[in-house]
């Protein structure tokens, strides 16, 4: 089946500092990835679209200066958090459209901002 | 925008007893998703349905496409104390296809 990949897990880091997650496909090529956002005991919002080897489409709301998204390969997208605040903290989810398997999320990353 | 209602938004339960959930919506969509999302970790896809009016099983559950297709639901029968967690509809549909989430029915199940 399908496995998309996310790292790290879980990541602490001090108000102001820069966060970088990854979201790789390992065993189908993903021209188009997804990053959600869920705060505690709510749903999944989609944050944005990520286009391989062009800009990412945010969702209204989503400031794309503050959650920077990168999509180089095919197998990799990455989401960076700049100048985390606390307000920031959350559960980070992607996922990618993986042909006849349709949507398949990565494990989510728990960040933490301190 | 589109929006899914989801209902029950928790539900607990004794072990062996069914268990229905619903997702309604007042637009059409293409697909509906049932997932099932553990503490600390992403969901993962249950069911998948395709076709209105479609009624499709994976073991112990069974989902069902709406004939307006603007609804689904999901059935656990014979639950057990591994089926907890929170279950998410999701439906695809719009012009640009993108996956919209149900709130979401938290599952507690006693032993």
């Known amino acids: 089946g399908a496995v998309v990949s996310q790292h790290p897990s879980w990541v602490i880091c001090k108000s102001g500092t820069s966060v970088k997650i990854e979201c790789r496909s390992l065993?189908?090529?993903?021209?188009?990835m997804f990053w959600y956002r869920q705060f505690p005991k709510q749903s999944l919002m989609l944050m944005a679209t990520s286009n391989e080897g062009s800009k990412a489409t945010y969702e209204q709301g989503v400031e794309k200066d503050k959650f920077l998204i990168n999509h180089a390969s095919l197998t990799l997208s990455t989401l960076t958090v700049t100048s985390a605040h606390p307000e920031d903290s959350s559960f980070y989810i992607c996922s990618a459209l993986a042909g006849n398997y349709g949507y398949t999320f990565g494990s989510g990353t728990r960040l933490t901002v301190v | 925008g589109q929006q899914l209602n989801q209902s029950p938004q928790s539900m607990f339960i004794q072990e062996g007893e069914d268990v229905s959930m619903n997702c309604t919506s007042s637009s059409i969509f293409n697909t509906w998703l049932w997932y099932k999302q553990d503490p600390g970790e992403g969901p993962v896809l249950l069911i998948a349905l395709y076709k209105a009016g479609e009624l499709t099983s994976n073991g112990r559950l069974t989902a069902q496409f709406g004939i307006t297709r603007k609804d689904s639901f999901l059935n656990i029968s014979a639950s057990i104390p591994s089926d907890v967690g929170i279950y998410f509809c999701?439906?695809?549909?719009?012009?640009?296809?993108?996956?919209?989430f149900g709130k979401g029915t938290k599952l507690s199940v006693k032993p």
């Open positions: 065993d189908f090529q993903a021209t188009t």
């Open positions: 999701a439906g695809i549909g719009g012009s640009q296809g993108n996956l919209i």
